[in-house]
Each structure stands twice: as structure tokens, then as C-alpha cells.
């Protein structure tokens, strides 16, 4: 999706910037640290009788904001876009502060299959070890499987509450309806996001993004070392035994009809 609104001659998706799940706490704790030493100035100079009011997250948020719209700008030298992205996938964890700092913003989310959230998780980590990130040595698929239910409920936790007091902020769709109907799917997102619909526009994009360009593979060829593994959804039906199928869904059942799945 990141790709397909870069794609568009009207937005601008930069990847994942992390700026509020990485960047946002180093920030809190050195205005912490600027805010102690004016509390020191406060007790030596001014009697504990400071000039400046405390720091509060709205600061925080204020210079957050400076920087990101900077970032966007580099990525987008040219200034023909309308919108501007980042891809983070935890940034559902903050979506306080980030509507904080962009009140403006639109929250795009891309549910899918908790099981195959689950096989992408085991890619992950298959990559992390390729690239040394993690030690070598069996994968955990319990420990796995168990951070995918959680990070997946907790998404879906996040998004029952974003329907209920951003409904006009939040625009979501599934990885299976944009694989059912790219174009279509891709249409409805622009739509809601104020940029052009027209059909060679769209198409262009999709093309561009097509799953053999970008992997150098036919969709369903599978490739576990590659960002791009398949290009398709119900992997877990291969991967997952049938117990873990079932482990993922009833863990998940609460919240599986409200993301449009069923168990």
C-alpha cells in the first residue's frame, strides 16, 4: 500500500519513519532532562519562582511535528504532493499523540488473516537472522505465534475504538480485498484520501507495483528471505499446523467478525 500511494502523482509515502513509537520517547526523556535543569535554575536563580512554564507533551509534539513535515518535504522535493505518509506499523500504539501533533491526519490500516499475520512474523524474524539482527538457531513459533495474537488484538482493540471517536479520520481495508481487487480497492482508499480517482492514474500505479516487478517473481512463487514473499494470502494453510490454526483464531475470536473474518 505504501508503495501504491507513492505510486500516485498526488501523495507522498516515505516508508517507516518511526517518529512516534522510536522517536517520540528519546525526545520525552531529553525535554525531561532540559526541564530538570530549569528546575535547578528555578531553586539557584529565581527562588523556585520559575519564568518559564513546565514543558508539556503538546511541545513535544509541536517540535515532532517540525521535524516529520521536514522529512516529508525531503522525500518530496518537488512539492507536487497533496498528502503525505509513513508507513510505521506501530503507529496505531500512539494514535493519541500523533493525532496530537497532525490533528489533520488520516489513519490508513491494512488488516489481514491472523494466521497469516502470524507466517509473515516468521518471515520476520527468518530476515532478522539473515541479516544478523538476531541470533542463529531455531525459531521460537510459540513465542511468535503469541506476539502476532497480541500485536493482532491489540490492532483491532485500537481500531474499535478509532470507529467509535475518529470514524471520519480512519480508513481501513484488508490485504485479501486489495488482492481480490487491486484497482478497485486502491480507488476506494484514494477516494477517501481526497486524491484523483481516474482510472489511468490508478492503473498506472498498480502496474507499477506489480508483484513481478518488485520481486523479480511470479505472485504465489514464494521467497522467505524477501520483504515480497509470495504476494498472496492463505499462506498459513501451508505453514501453520492445524492446532496453531486453531490457537490464532481462538485467541483472536473476539475481535475476528469485527475485522471481517470469521472463525
Keep these: 500500500m505504501r508503495r ?21 520517547p528519546m525526545l520525552m526523556e531529553v525535554f525531561e532532562k532540559y526541564q530538570n535543569l530549569l528546575n535547578l535554575d528555578a531553586k539557584l536563580v529565581f527562588s523556585d519562582k520559575p519564568v518559564l512554564g513546565p ?7 509541536a517540535m515532532l511535528r517540525r521535524f516529520v513535515l521536514d522529512r516529508f518535504a525531503e522525500h518530496d522535493p518537488e512539492g507536487r504532493a497533496r498528502a503525505h505518509g509513513d508507513k510505521t506499523p506501530n503507529n496505531w500504539k500512539d494514535i493519541g499523540n500523533l493525532l496530537g501533533a497532525f490533528p489533520e491526519a488520516w489513519i490508513l490500516c491494512i488488516n489481514r488473516d ?11 524474524a527468518k530476515r532478522r537472522q539473515l541479516y544478523k539482527l538476531d541470533p542463529e538457531g531455531p ?25 467509535s471517536t475518529y470514524p471520519e479520520r480512519l480508513v481501513e481495508t484488508r490485504y485479501e480485498d486489495l488482492l481480490a481487487d487491486t484497482v478497485g480497492e486502491y480507488g476506494r482508499i484514494c477516494a477517501r484520501l481526497g486524491l484523483s480517482t481516474e482510472t ?3 492503473q498506472a ?19 522467505q528471505s524477501s520483504f515480497f514473499t509470495s504476494g498472496t494470502s492463505g499462506g498459513w494453510r501451508e505453514a501453520l499446523s492445524a492446532a496453531e490454526a486453531d490457537h490464532i483464531m ?10 471481517g473474518y470469521s472463525v
Design 139 to 163: 525459531i521460537n513459533r510459540e513465542q511468535l505465534i503469541q506476539a502476532a495474537c497480541s500485536n493482532w488484538i491489540g490492532l483491532n482493540r485500537s481500531l474499535r475504538h478509532l470507529r
Design 55 to 61: 514543558l508539556r507533551h503538546r511541545h513535544v509534539n
Design 4 to 24: 501504491l500511494l507513492d505510486a500516485h502523482p498526488e501523495a507522498a509515502c516515505s516508508g517507516e519513519g518511526h517518529y512516534f513509537d522510536r522517536l517520540r
Design 250 to 259: 481462538t485467541t483472536c475470536a473476539e475481535h475476528l467478525e469485527h475485522a
Design 114 to 124: 491472523p494466521r497469516d499475520a502470524a507466517v509473515s512474523l516468521f518471515g520476520h
Design 205 to 223: 500505479a498498480v502496474d507499477a507495483c506489480d508483484f513481478s516487478k518488485m520481486s523479480g517473481r511470479q505472485r504465489g512463487e514464494k521467497d
Design 200 to 202: 489511468s492514474i490508478l
